[in-house]
């Protein structure tokens, strides 16, 4: 099987299994206790939080491990709103969030918050200025994704915090997306929190972090203990921390190999699928976007039988992004940026890794194409002007 859907589900890189072997197998310290091997665990931990910073700029304390981006979302914008909502109840968020971000600010509505959802352009794109005419002067948060899951757009985070800021607001990013492929420092961003995973940047599942800035206050959402500073409660996740802990020293010491091998491997593969495919296009930004991240538009094929083909043919992609793949509604990314939902069911997502090779791309090029034509065969779209 050949594996496209490394943004969905990117795979482990071997090197981070070998960290966590030790802390399966024989390490069994509680990070709390007082005994040498709970020294040792917690050693461990604090050793992986540093290299989770070290990756992003950020402080050591400013690192808050959970279990997923998605905590790390729900920690954030409820945990964030809840402690300033002496200030005030309105929250900005741009209308391509994540559903972990989407979710959390109904429920904050369903509790007296107000929500405003800023819309993007058809390019996917956030306009600054469309912040600051939502901003008002009891805007306590606002949040705005580093990058999408489903299209890839990188959005102009830097901006947005200056003009929040301005207005006595905080800003949180979800970074999850961007993780591997875009540079990171919280500092050049600066947000006032930032959500992360270990699984983007070829981690395990099932641990992520939220960075908060140091003075930041925020309200648990897991009570229960002491652990994170009291921030998070529960105990720790420590094979998975461990593994985020390598997985982030590895991305940190490799990233400019991996950035110039995407960006090789982005052309090869977009020049090849419209020299191939002209009736093909982009969904988001052309150009500012993931390096390796396709969200494709194709006329006249709905998108689960393209996958479904791709699969028996030993090619794995995705529909869309890996929390939309089982949804029946069309995805809300592909709506907002002016997609019907009959067009939504025409979009793929195609995304490499700094692995995939040239020849690897030449075989998805011919595969795609020569799928696409049998199901415009089947649907009598052989015409995509049709």
Request: proline share 5%; with cysteine.
């Amino acid at each position: 099987m050949k594996y496209y859907d490394h943004s969905s589900a990117p795979l482990i890189d071997p090197r981070v299994i070998d960290s966590m072997v030790f802390y399966l197998r024989e390490s069994f310290g509680d990070p709390s206790g007082l005994h040498q091997l709970g020294i040792e665990a917690r050693e461990a931990v604090e050793e992986s939080r540093r290299m989770v910073a070290n990756l992003i700029g950020s402080e050591l304390g400013e690192i808050i491990f959970t279990a997923s981006g998605s905590e790390a979302d729900n920690l954030a914008i409820k945990g964030l709103s809840q402690a300033r909502e002496k200030y005030g109840r309105h929250i900005i968020v741009s209308n391509i969030e994540h559903h972990a971000i989407l979710y959390s600010t109904k429920t904050l509505e369903r509790h007296g918050f107000e929500i405003t959802l800023v819309p993007v352009g058809n390019d996917g794109i956030v306009d600054p200025d469309e912040v600051l005419r939502a901003m008002r002067p009891d805007t306590i948060l606002v949040s705005v994704m580093l990058a999408n899951d489903q299209i890839g757009t990188i959005q102009p985070i830097h901006e947005i915090s200056d003009i929040a800021h301005k207005q006595g607001a905080i800003v949180h990013s979800d970074a999850v997306s961007a993780m591997g492929r875009l540079p990171i420092n919280v500092k050049n961003l600066k947000v006032d929190a930032l959500s992360i995973s270990a699984r983007y940047i070829n981690g395990p599942p099932g641990v992520g972090a939220l960075y908060l800035k140091a003075g930041t206050r925020i309200r648990p959402q897991i009570e229960g203990g002491t652990q994170e500073g009291g921030r998070r409660s529960g105990y720790e996740n420590i094979p998975a921390i461990i593994g985020f802990g390598k997985a982030a020293e590895l991305i940190t010491n490799e990233f400019p190999r991996r950035k110039h091998r995407l960006k090789t491997l982005d052309a090869l593969f977009w020049n090849g699928l419209k020299n191939r495919l002209p009736e093909v296009s982009l969904n988001g930004h052309p150009i500012q976007r993931l390096p390796g991240h396709f969200n494709l538009w194709i006329k006249g094929v709905d998108s689960e039988s393209l996958v479904l083909m791709l699969d028996e043919r030993g090619i794995a992609v995705s529909m869309g992004s890996s929390c939309m793949s089982h949804a029946s509604k069309a995805s809300h990314v592909l709506i907002a940026i002016g997609r019907n939902p009959a067009e939504a069911r025409c979009s793929l997502m195609v995304s490499l890794s700094p692995n995939t090779k040239e020849s690897e791309i030449e075989e998805v090029l011919d595969t795609l194409v020569n799928v696409v034509h049998k199901l415009r065969k089947i649907m009598g779209t052989n015409n995509p002007q049709i």
